[in-house]
């Protein structure tokens, strides 16, 4: 049984007048990939990094906060990849080009 993503304007009703709902079918959606991970190992890595982005999203202020937060994420592991093919013998050195791009975020004003 697969799970299909509706339109995006039933998620932007969903997100607006049944977050739970919406929510519930997040996680459907989630489990449902994980499920069809190709080999025990590779299903437990994607729960693990499931686990990693819904501590992001729980400790985070905001849902902008926790979207920066897992783009941070998703940018250091690129950051890591493109490093162990570029020096695959320094490869657990320190990459973080992720910081110097908040340096350039603006904030919107506040009401």
């Known amino acids: 049984m697969t799970t299909r993503l509706p339109a995006f304007e039933v998620l932007v009703d969903m997100a607006r007048n049944d977050p739970d709902g919406l929510e519930t079918l997040r996680r459907s959606l989630t489990n449902a990939v994980i499920a069809t991970a ?4 590779s299903r437990r890595r994607l729960e ?13 202020p905001t849902p902008l ?3 920066i937060r897992i783009s941070e994420m998703m940018c250091r592991s690129l950051a890591d990849l ?10 657990d050195q320190d990459t973080a ?3 110097s791009l ?3 975020v603006v904030p919107f004003p506040r009401r």
Request: with cysteine.
């Open 97 to 99: 080009p992720c910081s």
């Open 102 to 104: 908040l340096d350039n």
């Open 48 to 60: 693990g990094l499931q686990f990693r982005v819904d501590l992001e999203r729980r400790r985070a």
């Open 65 to 67: 906060a926790a979207t």
């Open 38 to 41: 190709s080999s025990e190992d």
């Open 82 to 91: 493109h490093a162990s093919f570029v020096t695959p013998i320094d490869a």
